[in-house]
């Protein structure tokens, strides 16, 4: 099992800045990638950045060039740096990580962190 604790959300003006930290425990040896995901009210749950094991990076077009991703030298730590927050940036956002069991994908989830940004 991995287990997944976000930590760094709150309320934020528009323009400012956030960081959300995720916490990695457990089994984390064969982690194949991290990322972070967000849900807005009434949406669906969308890919915000992600990061591989070899720190090969994917962010959304909707945060290119505002939101970085990165991991710790521990690589138990994950962050999501986040810089001109826009009011359409509000959401739970959900820590991810995954590896591969028995052949098969499985996503570990955590708790959430509520970001709210305020115009």
């Known amino acids: 099992q991995v287990q997944l604790v976000e930590s760094g959300g709150g309320l934020v003006q528009s323009g400012g800045s956030l960081r959300l930290s995720c916490a990695a425990s457990?089994?984390?040896?064969?982690?194949?990638?991290m990322g972070w995901y967000r849900q807005a009210p009434g949406k669906q749950r969308e890919l915000v950045a992600t990061?591989?094991?070899?720190?090969?990076?994917n962010i959304a077009d909707s945060v290119q060039g505002r939101f970085t991703i990165s991991r710790g030298n521990a690589k138990n730590t994950l962050y999501l740096q986040m810089n001109s927050l826009k009011p359409e940036d509000t959401a739970v956002y959900y820590c991810?990580?995954?590896?591969?069991?028995?052949?098969?994908?499985?996503?570990?989830w955590g708790q959430g962190t509520q970001v709210t940004v305020s115009s």
């Open positions: 457990g089994s984390i040896f064969n982690i194949n990638a």
């Open positions: 990061i591989t094991s070899g720190d090969s990076t």
């Open positions: 991810n990580a995954n590896r591969y069991r028995w052949g098969a994908l499985v996503d570990y």
